[in-house]
């Protein structure tokens, strides 16, 4: 029967074999070196047992990686959407003759109480996509439950005929697929989907319901948790059947991100189109938790 020297010692034998020697051990990270080559030094010499390493390892090597740290829990929320981004989507289109979509065809205006999200403001012969988002940075943005939403409304009728939809979402991006969940209205008047909720699966949009279109504020609420692989997606109160998506991008780097974001995208003007109505969406309350 081996005492703690005993089996302090065949420790660190395995150390020793397990890492190639202490001369390569003695080279590694500069985290490694401050926090665990002590505590593997005491185990070689006999000063430090078996439970002991692991407890200091445990303190030590772990909190100085960040890996013992819990997550901190994180809240924003404002009435408008000052500080968010805007941007041009890909729902894009140009009739014949009229100039390719830019930046300059959308909107994001902020006038005291909610933002307008604006989509073909030049009112030319195309169909123009905006998107506003949030986005937020750092690697344990996967390990942690997201809960975000607002309010919105169409301050005009959809069957006047000046909108093709209303989205939004919740995503992370790891570095490699867009994790989340989002939901699209389609508001043309001239397609039998009017008024249809469709929401995304990673590959393509699928029907997920029917609402009538209408002026009224309307609240979503998205909860996203990469880590366990669920989401939920709750528009005024009525959770729709959503499935977990993950996406392929190229292009956005290896950086871990996430995005409460949401989306107008114009009406479709037609093959020869001169000129098309604007889209307007107004979006309040915005709020999102990362815990």
């Not at 034998?13 to 202490?22: I, K, P, T, Y």
């Not at 390493?53 to 740290?69: D, I, M, P, R």
């Not at 008024?195 to 699928?206: E, K, R």
């Amino acid at each position: 029967m081996c005492g703690a020297s005993g089996k302090s010692s065949r420790l660190g034998d395995r150390l020793n074999r397990r890492f190639g020697g202490w001369g390569l051990v003695e080279r590694t990270s500069s985290v490694l070196n401050r926090a665990v080559l002590p505590i593997l030094r005491d185990v070689r010499d006999h000063k430090t047992t078996r439970r002991g390493f692991l407890g200091l390892l445990g303190v030590s090597a772990a909190a100085t990686a960040g890996l013992a740290e819990p997550a901190k829990a994180q809240a924003q929320a404002a009435k408008d959407l000052k500080g968010w981004t805007a941007a041009l989507g890909d729902g894009l289109y140009a009739a014949k003759g009229q100039a390719p979509v830019t930046a300059s065809d959308i909107a994001v205006e902020h006038v005291g109480g909610y933002s307008r999200l604006r989509a073909n403001v030049n009112r030319r012969g195309i169909m123009a996509h905006v998107i506003a988002y949030k986005k937020v940075t750092g690697s344990g943005l996967m390990r942690v439950t997201h809960r975000g939403g607002y309010a919105f409304r169409l301050p005009v009728p959809a069957v006047n005929g000046t909108a093709q939809t209303v989205e939004g979402g919740l995503f992370v991006w790891d570095g490699h697929l867009d994790h989340g969940t989002a939901f699209q209205w389609e508001l043309n008047p001239w397609l039998t989907t009017f008024g249809q909720l469709s929401v995304w699966t990673g590959d393509a949009w699928v029907a997920a319901g029917v609402k009538k279109p209408d002026t009224a504020w309307h609240t979503v609420n998205y909860t996203v948790t990469p880590a366990k692989k669920t989401v939920q997606l709750v528009l005024d109160g009525r959770k729709l059947p959503v499935p977990y998506s993950t996406t392929p991008k190229t292009g956005w780097g290896t950086g871990v991100a996430a995005r409460l974001q949401a989306e107008a995208i114009s009406v479709f003007p037609g093959a020869h189109a001169t000129t098309a109505p604007s889209h307007e969406v107004h979006v309040r309350n915005w709020n999102w938790t990362r815990n």
